[in-house]
């Protein structure tokens, strides 16, 4: 029979071992075209992973997307969220096992990194609550912790919340018990109920992306009339989202970030063009390279065809759910 969960310490220092726990998490789609670091979408691509605390040490078992080209050890992004998700919540383990089965491409724009986070923190939060150290996180806790790995919430909050989101920060100052106040960036979300008519198109290349080199390429000031516009778009792009999706064409234009990222990535930039003049609401997703399509209806063989020609291949997904932690 196998041996029974242990769990070793006291309320501050609590060592699980012999508990596992499985998680299922969504890529992501940030920005949708206007909403620069604030609005994104969950996307029916699935990263699966099983954690089990053992005795000693990291031992990592991956398949698929990123397989040949991952940290085995502590460095380990998945390994540094459980970590610090167990910290969170009072506990630690002194060794993880983790099986990775991964779907959602890297460097691809779809939220990797953000989907990595999440399952750790989500992994984390089904193993003290299985050892009955505390409820599951909230998923106000799993945007947090993972936004603060990420720097920003967009793409985290969608895996976590599913669906659309509208995702903002927040700087609130908390005294801490010598007196001394502390700034404490908070990340928050707020979910969006997608018009069931809506449906998702990925186009996906074999070539990949930094995102640190895609910010990079952003100005530091824009002109206010860019402002205003972008501004307007992101706030039609939630009715269109919510209520009034013949509007994604126009909720979708940008100004802030796609033509400064476009000489970096001329075949995204293409097709974007090559799709809006289609009739299709055409976005890079995140830093690109990949593009998102949402619509009412499906791409033709035509646009499926064009995309083959300039190196994408064409990706009809759900809107996802969010994460699903099971144990």
Known sequence: MPEAPSVVGGADNVLLEGISVRVRVPASSANLGPGFDCLGIALGVYDTLTVSTVASGIHIEATGEGADSIPRDERHLVVRAVRRGLEYGGASAAGLALRCVNAIPHSRGLGSSAAAAVSGFAAASGLLAAAGVREPFSDAELVQLAGE???????????????????????????????????????????????????????????????????????????????????????????????????????????????????????????????????????????????????????????????????????????????????
Do not use: K
């Open 149 to 327: 790995f990420e720097g920003h919430p967009d793409n985290a909050a969608a895996s976590v919340l599913g669906g659309a989101v509208v995702t903002w920060a927040d700087s609130p100052l908390d005294a801490n018990p010598d007196g001394v106040v502390a700034v404490r960036e908070a990340y928050l979300a707020r979910g969006l109920v997608v018009h069931p008519g809506i449906r998702a198109t990925v186009f996906v290349p074999e070539t990949e992306s930094s995102t640190s080199h895609t910010r990079g390429l952003l100005p530091d000031t824009v002109p206010r009339a860019d402002a205003v516009f972008n501004l307007s778009r992101s706030a039609l792009a939630v009715v269109a989202l919510t209520t009034a999706p013949e509007c994604l064409i126009d909720a979708t234009v940008d100004r802030l970030h796609q033509p400064y990222r476009a000489p970096s990535m001329p075949q995204s930039a293409e097709l974007v063009v090559a799709l809006r003049e289609r009739g299709y609401a055409a976005m890079v997703s995140g830093a690109g390279p990949s593009v998102l399509v949402l619509s009412t209806d499906a791409v033709t063989d035509e646009v499926d065809a064009l995309a083959h020609g300039i190196g994408f291949a064409t990706w009809p997904v759900e809107i996802a759910e969010g994460v699903e932690i099971s144990w």
